[in-house]
């Protein structure tokens, strides 16, 4: 079996015993579309950059859906013709009856599985879903705990989504943790509950002032149901994902979050605890990177937003921030949180690329901007006289950014021009817009291959080959 990363035949145009690559090879013009055996869709900024539309299209592409990072904090809605679908966990690639898995870079909350698999049932769509049986699974103390610790950090909350998910990976990482694996045996699970349920109660009770409304037999019983529920998901992803790869099969890597709220790279504490990066797929799955390097699509929203705490140089308020958040429905799909605005920032983004190592680029919700007269990108920030290119290493520092501002002149992209955009693609763009787009792709230095421009499906054009 030949694998993605070595330098085989076809990489010189010589078309061998791999599927995708035999496509490649024939389809050469067409070298972005159709034909990767991997893509990975990465948020680059705060999350919330409008993944599920691309995601989405991708996944109609695939065979595979993988997500290997967060757990139910992230909200993607996914829509197919008249029928609007929220996940917060399941990969996107349900909704299109694609073979889905949960690596164990996740962290699993099974009673929100379970809410998802029967609202798709009831929508007609029987999922293929696997699951890795080394996934962290959300219990009910995280929720407590989450909450707990929110309220006793007071005014520096982090602002979580309060799903548990924080909690839950630092189980992880104390090695008292309990994985799916645990769930789908009654043994394994007692044994588990007899430390950890005494001993939450005792923390939720004694420090954080938080009182259970379970009995550790009630968590036993409803977590056991489940287990045996979704007992036969298990499977090894590592070696599924692997293998598949191998065969030449086409996986798209769901990416959950954005990168400024890496655990170690992003404005920490105000973070997310797993690592919403390129490089986390490695490890949240069990693949090297050699395989699965090929394609990794940066989505950049035209503007910024961030929900919760921390950081954002290039905030904005009042009357120019309340357009772009009701022209965005800037509301967190998870929290119905109003979203916080701001300007493109190109620091943030280096970073974000110098990070994830993005292949190009998807700008999405440039429509938004439409009607604002006059555009900003922060092109560095001065920190006490010093030009920072890149996003600095700590809060201290961002807290004392200035962000120095390049302006360009507003555009609009109204229906009419939509049905053009469609039609003729990148090239009927308004010339504002494509200084705009052109200005970022230089900076960044990648291709910026897909512009999302609506909210429907087909609002997108591509300067070669269209995602959707
Ligand atoms: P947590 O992941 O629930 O612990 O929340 C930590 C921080 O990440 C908070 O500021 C959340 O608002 C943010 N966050 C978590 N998931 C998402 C997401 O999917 N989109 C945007 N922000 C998120
Ligand atoms: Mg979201």
Redesign the pocket.
């Given at each position: 079996m030949i694998g993605f990363g070595e330098h085989t035949a076809e990489d010189r145009g010589v078309a061998g015993s791999n599927p995708a690559s035999l496509i490649l090879f024939l389809n050469s013009s067409h070298l972005i579309l159709k034909v990767m055996s991997s893509t990975m869709v990465i948020?680059s900024q705060?999350?919330?950059e409008g993944k599920g539309k691309l995601v989405d299209c991708l996944a109609e592409q695939s065979d595979y859906v993988v997500r290997y990072q967060?757990?139910n904090?992230?909200?993607?809605t996914v829509v197919v013709k008249d029928k609007v679908f929220k996940l917060h966990l399941l990969p996107s690639g349900v909704v299109r009856k694609k073979r889905s898995l949960i690596g164990t870079g996740v962290s699993l909350d099974p009673r929100v599985l379970k809410q998802e698999i029967d609202g798709l049932k009831e929508k007609g769509i029987k999922v293929n879903l696997g699951i890795d049986p080394r996934c962290q699974i959300i219990m009910p103390w995280h929720n407590v705990i989450?909450i707990g610790k929110e309220e006793a950090l007071k005014e520096k909350n982090?602002?979580?989504?309060?799903?548990?998910?924080?909690p839950c990976y630092a189980d992880r990482a104390s090695r008292i943790g309990i994985r799916f694996d645990d769930l789908v045996d009654e043994k394994r699970l007692k044994e588990k509950l007899d430390f950890n349920y005494p001993y939450y109660k005792n923390v939720c009770e004694k420090i954080l002032n938080k009182h259970f409304d379970f009995t550790q037999e009630e968590v036993f019983k409803q977590y056991s149901a489940l287990g045996k529920e979704f007992k036969e998901m298990l499977t090894d992803v590592s070696l599924e994902v692997n293998e598949c790869l191998d065969k030449g099969k086409k996986v798209l890597f769901e990416g959950?979050?954005?990168t400024l709220?890496d655990n170690d790279f992003g404005t920490y504490p105000?973070?997310?605890?797993?690592h919403p990066t390129s490089g986390a797929a490695t490890t949240g799955i069990g693949i090297s990177p050699q395989k699965i390097s090929e394609r990794i699509i940066g989505i950049v929203k035209a503007y910024t937003t961030?929900?919760?705490?921390?950081p954002f140089p290039t905030e904005i308020s009042g009357e120019e921030a309340d357009f772009l958040r009701n022209a965005g429905n800037e509301f967190?799909?998870?929290?119905g949180?109003a979203?916080r605005v701001g300007w493109l920032d190109l620091p943030m983004l280096r970073m974000s690329n110098r990070l994830n190592g993005f292949t190009e680029i998807a700008i999405t919700k440039l429509d938004v901007l439409s009607g604002i007269k006059k555009l900003l990108i922060a092109d560095y920030y001065l920190i006490e006289g010093k030009k920072f290119f890149d996003f600095p290493y700590a809060n201290h520092l961002v807290a004392k950014a200035v962000p120095h501002y390049s302006e360009f002149k507003g555009f609009s992209i109204n229906k009419e021009q939509q049905k053009e955009l469609k039609e003729k693609g990148y090239s009927a763009l308004d010339e504002h817009a494509k200084k705009y787009l052109e200005f970022i792709e230089k900076e960044l230095n990648v291709p910026i291959k897909t512009v999302s421009f609506g909210a429907e499906r087909d609002d997108t054009c591509s300067k070669d080959s269209k995602i959707c």
């Open positions: 948020g705060f999350g919330d967060g757990g904090n992230a909200g993607h989450d982090i602002g979580t989504t309060r799903r548990g998910v924080g959950a979050q954005g709220l105000f973070v997310t605890s797993s961030r929900v919760g705490s921390g967190g799909t998870t929290t949180r979203r």
